[in-house]
Each structure stands twice: as C-alpha cells, then as structure tokens.
C-alpha cells in the first residue's frame, strides 16, 4: 500500500533515557478504508488475543451495547452484543490476557457535560469466533463503576497493564492527568471505586490560542487525548489525538508516573477527520488507527525495521 503520510514519524526532540526503546516507525500505511454503516462512529480499537487477523471496534454512543470484530481489510466479520447493558458513552476498549483467559474491557467513561457522577467498566471474555455458529451474544464477566477524586471527568482513553494488573485513564481535556484503577475479575456493579490520580501529564502539547478558534478538531482539540493502549509486554504506552500519536516508553522497572513525566515521542499522522481509536497489534509491534466518520482510514505504523505487511 501506499504511504500517506507526508512526514516521518520523529522524536518530539528529548533526550530519552538510554535504555528506554527507540520510536522507530515508519511512516503511516492506509491499511483499509472502511465504509460499513454500522461502523460510522468508531471510538475503540483493539487486537483480538484470540483471533488472528482480528481487531475489535466499537462505535461512539448512543449506540448498540456491541463491539464489532472487523479484519484488516476493514470488513466486518462477526458483532458481539453484550447483555443487559446500556451504552451510555463507550469510549476506548482495550484487550489483554489474564489468568488463561483473552478479555476485552470496555470503557463507558465519556461524559461530554461532565454531569456524570461515575463511570463504568465492562468485562467479558472475548469468543472463538472460528466457532461454529460464533457467540453472538455475551453477558458480561464482570461490571466496576467508578468514580475520580477530583470531580466529573470526560475521558476517552484507556489502557492496561496486564503485568501490574493496573488500567489506566487520561481525561479528554487540559489539565491533563494520570488514574489509576486496579484490574482484577471481581468487580462490582454494587460499589463504585475511587480511582487514583497518579500524575498530571504536562508533556502533551495544547492548542495555541488562534488554533482553538479554528474549525477542524485537529486544531481545536488537538491535544486532547482520544485513545491509549499498552504493549504486551508493559514496555509503552501509545496516546492518540485528533492530531497526533505520543509514545511514551518505560525502562524496565520504572513507573507509568515517571514515564509520563518524560517528553514523549510524537508519531505524526495524516490529517483525520476524527481520530479517536489506537491499538498496538497483537504482538505489540504495530499499530493500528482509526476513527469516526465514513469512509473511516483504518491505518497502521510499522516498526521502522520491519518489512510492510502484504496485502
């Protein structure tokens, strides 16, 4: 495929820590352009732990309580409804793989008026869908509301790290801030946690004055995060905006507060209308971007050193 991306992917110009990994990327390959209907607000983005060649979308609300799985081409291949929820704001999935088990967790965290008084996590085991009929329908495993200790927060970017059984939370608008929640299998919809304010984040560029009075969210909100995930093995952390991806790698034995404080590293993208899903691949090397608004790019940034996927 062709490259569209104009720029290469470069440093934000700190020195990183010698033994934090490189942000070496190629530049931004348009892997699909995806046209689905059912499709047309995508928020979340993740990489199936179970299914090859198989990421796991699901739109902005209000919408369905389902999460779509969709292949690389971008065509849909299976929805999953999930039982006796209301989508109030799904706003990021992530998936990971716990206790022998593949899981998505979905982040109901949006909260455009910050009106609301908690937030909902969503668990459920991801299914086999080279199963014959697939699953089509799931109850969740278990549901965790929650709360922040500052007040309403709207949020649209959530991640975890499997290793310290920790999910992570940046809220949508400056100031920019790290929480915490613990992750386990033993939710509750009964009491809401408090989640915990680990760090505020300084390190992701704001709009300049003339940018906010401009038409496009790439300006507007450009520094606003939209989506976030970690690698599989704990290492990064990838941060998406309506303008721009920031990696944000951790030396081993350090923590995501001292990881966030550094500089990170900017990947630039092409314009999009609507930037709002990230995920690393399965393998936590590439990565994958979408967003709202048909034909929705489905984009992936390959390691520099890695040769382009056929497709």
Same mark, same amino acid.
């Given at each position: 495929?062709?490259?569209?991306?104009?720029?290469?992917?470069?440093?934000?110009?700190?020195?990183?820590?010698?033994?934090?990994?490189?942000?070496?990327?190629?530049?931004?390959?348009?892997?699909?352009?995806?046209?689905?209907?059912?499709?047309?607000?995508?928020?979340?983005?993740?990489?199936?732990?179970?299914?090859?060649?198989?990421?796991?979308?699901?739109?902005?609300?209000?919408?369905?309580?389902?999460?779509?799985?969709?292949?690389?081409?971008?065509?849909?291949?299976?929805?999953?409804?999930?039982?006796?929820?209301?989508?109030?704001?799904?706003?990021?999935?992530?998936?990971?793989?716990?206790?022998?088990?593949?899981?998505?967790?979905?982040?109901?965290?949006?909260?455009?008026?910050?009106?609301?008084?908690?937030?909902?996590?969503?668990?459920?085991?991801?299914?086999?869908?080279?199963?014959?009929?697939?699953?089509?329908?799931?109850?969740?495993?278990?549901?965790?509301?929650?709360?922040?200790?500052?007040?309403?927060?709207? %949020?649209? #970017?959530?991640?975890?790290?499997? &290793? !310290?059984?920790? /999910?992570?939370?940046?809220?949508?608008? *400056? @100031? =920019?801030?790290?929480?915490?929640?613990?992750?386990?299998?033993?939710?509750?919809?009964?009491?809401?946690?408090?989640?915990?304010?680990?760090?505020?984040?300084?390190?992701?560029?704001?709009?300049?004055?003339?940018?906010?009075?401009?038409?496009?969210?790439?300006?507007?909100?450009?520094?606003?995060?939209?989506?976030?995930?970690?690698?599989?093995?704990?290492?990064?952390?990838?941060?998406?905006?309506?303008?721009?991806?920031?990696?944000?790698?951790?030396?081993?034995?350090?923590?995501?507060?001292?990881?966030?404080?550094?500089?990170?590293?900017?990947?630039?993208?092409?314009?999009?209308?609507?930037?709002? %899903?990230? #995920?690393?691949?399965?393998?936590? &090397? !590439?990565?994958? /971007?979408?967003?709202?608004?048909?034909? *929705? @790019? =489905?984009?992936?940034?390959?390691?520099?050193?890695?040769?382009?996927?056929?497709?």
């Amino acid at each position: 495929m062709r490259t569209i991306l104009l720029l290469a992917a470069l440093g934000s110009g700190a020195t990183p820590a010698a033994d934090l990994p490189a942000a070496a990327f190629a530049p931004a390959q348009l892997e699909a352009l995806i046209t689905d209907a059912r499709l047309d607000e995508i928020s979340g983005i993740a990489a199936s732990r179970r299914n090859d060649g198989i990421l796991w979308v699901h739109n902005d609300s209000p919408k369905p309580a389902e999460l779509c799985a969709i292949d690389t081409r971008g065509n849909r291949r299976a929805c999953l409804r999930i039982e006796g929820v209301r989508a109030v704001d799904w706003e990021d999935i992530a998936s990971y793989q716990l206790d022998g088990k593949s899981w998505l967790l979905i982040g109901d965290i949006g909260d455009n008026g910050g009106v609301r008084k908690d937030y909902e996590l969503i668990a459920v085991e991801e299914p086999d869908l080279s199963a014959e009929p697939p699953m089509l329908s799931v109850k969740p495993a278990w549901r965790q509301r929650f709360r922040y200790p500052d007040g309403s927060h709207d %949020a649209e #970017a959530m991640a975890i790290d499997v &290793r !310290s059984r920790e /999910i992570l939370l940046i809220n949508k608008h *400056a @100031p =920019l801030a790290l929480y915490s929640l613990p992750l386990d299998s033993v939710g509750s919809t009964a009491t809401s946690r408090v989640a915990r304010r680990l760090a505020s984040i300084d390190s992701i560029p704001q709009p300049a004055p003339s940018e906010r009075l401009a038409r496009f969210p790439a300006a507007r909100f450009g520094g606003s995060p939209t989506g976030m995930d970690i690698d599989a093995e704990g290492r990064r952390a990838i941060v998406l905006t309506y303008r721009d991806a920031w990696l944000f790698p951790r030396a081993p034995g350090e923590t995501w507060q001292t990881a966030f404080s550094r500089t990170p590293q900017r990947l630039a993208l092409p314009p999009l209308a609507q930037a709002e %899903a990230i #995920a690393f691949d399965r393998l936590g &090397r !590439s990565i994958h /971007i979408s967003g709202e608004r048909l034909p *929705a @790019p =489905l984009l992936r940034l390959d390691p520099a050193d890695q040769e382009p996927a056929a497709h």
